[in-house]
């Protein structure tokens, strides 16, 4: 039996070509970049030229791209730099943030480094603006706003553009997690007020272990890892070159496809919405589903019942891949905390599930998931 995956906002298959780029990198081009003969200097090429990439897609400049370990190790650089370096006191973040968010700042807060504030989310799960406005007005110290862009449960897409003004009017630090879009999505960082944002390559079909962290050249802060020079004294240890290569061929062939592959998978992402609710009167769409949303995920609870109960376990068995939340926190039985928040608590009744779109994915395969469901439901 064929598998079928729908959990690609927790990760993506390998693009074939993005692998072709990288095999040259793990097999003879094998130089450290940080040596000075013809090995090193070939190798330290391919970075830079990964980051002039990377920095004209996202419309920033090639001084302001960091090549890191992927998205939470951009999250924690951006957090802990805005604290200990830009004179940042107080944290405004949301209860729905990536635990690489929100795990920062509650150590921050409890070792009485930052004073922590959450803003409001309207029913629909969006950050209220005008409860935003207000903390930020009455912080009386320089403060880090830490919000998503999407978010990697419900999908709930934040205009970063109006939290970014609101920002420049408070003269506050801002970070958005972008990892969920960053691949997804068009962005031009020379029009945005923003200081910091981050991607993964494994979300646009790129290699795991490799992601970037943007840093705006108008502000300056000190490395997070030390022990060495490279990326320009930003990060020491030996460049993942390989993953640096395959991140930036994915973000290249990702902006090259982004109107067919968005117009696709917002196209299934509606059929399966509109079929789940055909066959279960009782499920449930969580968050702005059919709004300001993202178009790779579809998050539905259905009503708790004995049977509705292992659900995920029952799918899997099924050979199919879904998720009841973030990947990183899925060996947890518990509703996640994504999902508390949306329903101030009141979600024990409730079986949410994940499913999130490739272009590899079809409507045959919606189809096979909704009668397998038809079943177990």
């Not at 920095?55 to 200990?84: D, Q, V």
């Not at 959450?118 to 919000?147: A, I, P, W």
């Amino acid at each position: 039996m064929s598998r079928i995956y729908f959990d690609n906002a927790a990760t993506t298959s390998l693009d074939g070509e993005v692998l072709e780029v990288m095999m040259p990198y793990l097999t003879e081009k094998f130089g450290n970049p940080s040596s000075i003969y013809s090995y090193g200097r070939e190798t330290k090429l391919a970075i830079e030229n990964a980051r002039k990439t990377v920095a004209r897609i996202l419309h920033a400049n090639p001084g302001e791209i960091f090549f890191t370990s992927g998205g939470t190790e951009s999250t924690n650089t951006a957090i802990n730099a805005s604290i200990r370096d830009l004179g940042c006191k107080h944290i405004i973040t949301s209860a729905i943030e990536h635990h690489a968010t929100l795990h920062t700042v509650e150590y921050l807060a409890h070792s009485g480094q930052a004073s922590l504030s959450f803003v409001n989310l309207t029913e629909k799960g969006h950050v209220d603006m005008n409860h935003l406005e207000e903390l930020l007005k009455n912080s009386k110290e320089r403060t880090l706003v830490t919000l998503m862009h999407a978010n990697n449960e419900i999908g709930n897409l934040l205009d970063i553009h109006a939290v970014g003004e609101l920002c420049r009017k408070y003269d506050a630090i801002f970070h958005s997690d972008t990892v969920q879009t960053v691949g997804h999505y068009p962005f031009n960082l020379k029009e945005t007020y923003i200081h910091f944002l981050n991607g993964a390559g494994h979300k646009f079909h790129g290699p795991k272990g490799v992601g970037i962290l943007y840093v705006n050249e108008n502000i300056q802060i000190k490395p997070y890892i030390n022990g060495g020079s490279q990326e320009r004294n930003m990060r020491a240890g030996t460049e993942n070159i390989y993953g640096i290569i395959g991140f930036a061929k994915a973000l290249e062939l990702a902006a090259a496809r982004y109107e067919s592959d968005s117009a696709y998978m917002n196209g299934m992402k509606a059929y399966m919405a509109e079929k789940l609710h055909a066959e279960f009167p009782g499920v449930v769409l969580n968050g702005d589903t059919m709004g300001r949303s993202l178009y790779t995920v579809l998050n539905v609870s259905f009503p708790k019942t004995e049977k509705s109960d292992m659900l995920l376990f029952s799918l899997d068995m099924a050979g199919i891949c879904v998720s009841g939340g973030s990947a990183c926190t899925s060996g947890a039985n518990s509703v996640s905390h994504v999902i508390k928040a949306l329903y101030n608590g009141h979600s024990e009744d409730m079986v949410p599930i994940r499913f999130s779109f490739s272009r590899h994915n079809t409507t045959a395969e919606v189809d096979a998931v909704v009668e397998k469901l038809k079943e177990l439901v």
